[in-house]
């Protein structure tokens, strides 16, 4: 099958449980993100693995990463575990949000706590898919 690239817009938390469930897996390169405090925005770099692409039927396929932007905007503050810094790969678990909060849930027991005024987040699929022979499994 062949997908599109993701452009996706959520500015309620229903529209933030769809991003969540996309950005499962995905794996954050500790050095690459970046916040403008001008825009309130902050901007992270993630190697997603593609879940709209995997076929549940077809064990032998193969499946696809893609680099994707994720930000968010609307940023008061940001809270980070001090064990976060320590390592150079992060694993996204997932997010939750309320009205004003996005809490980044990592493996090992590493989070991002954001403050936001109002909800507004972008995914945004940066180039091509690539295939990947790894299903993420979870326990």
């Known amino acids: 099958m062949n997908y599109e690239n ?3 817009k959520a500015i309620s938390l229903e529209e933030c449980d769809t991003i969540s469930s996309l950005v499962q897996d995905s794996i954050l390169h500790i ?4 916040f403008h405090e001008e825009k309130k925005c902050l901007r992270l770099m993630l190697n997603r693995f593609c879940w709209e692409s995997v076929d549940c039927f077809d064990k032998e396929k193969c499946y696809y990463r893609v680099h994707s932007g994720l930000y968010i905007h609307n940023i008061n503050s940001i809270m980070v575990n001090n064990n ?10 997932t997010f939750h949000s ?3 909060e996005i809490n980044l849930i990592f ?6 706590c954001i403050n936001v005024s109002d909800t507004l987040i972008y995914l945004k699929d940066l180039h091509e898919k690539h295939p990947t022979p790894t299903l993420p499994v979870h326990e």
Do not use: D, Q, V
């Not at 050095?31 to 970046?34: E, I, P, V």
């Not at 976060?84 to 678990?93: A, D, S, W």
């Not at 493996?107 to 991002?112: D, F, L, R, V």
């Open 6 to 8: 993701l452009l996706i």
């Open 31 to 34: 050095s690459f993100h970046s």
């Open 84 to 93: 976060i810094r320590e390592h150079k790969y992060l694993n996204m678990l």
């Open 98 to 100: 309320s009205k004003n």
């Open 107 to 112: 493996s090992g027991n590493k989070h991002m």
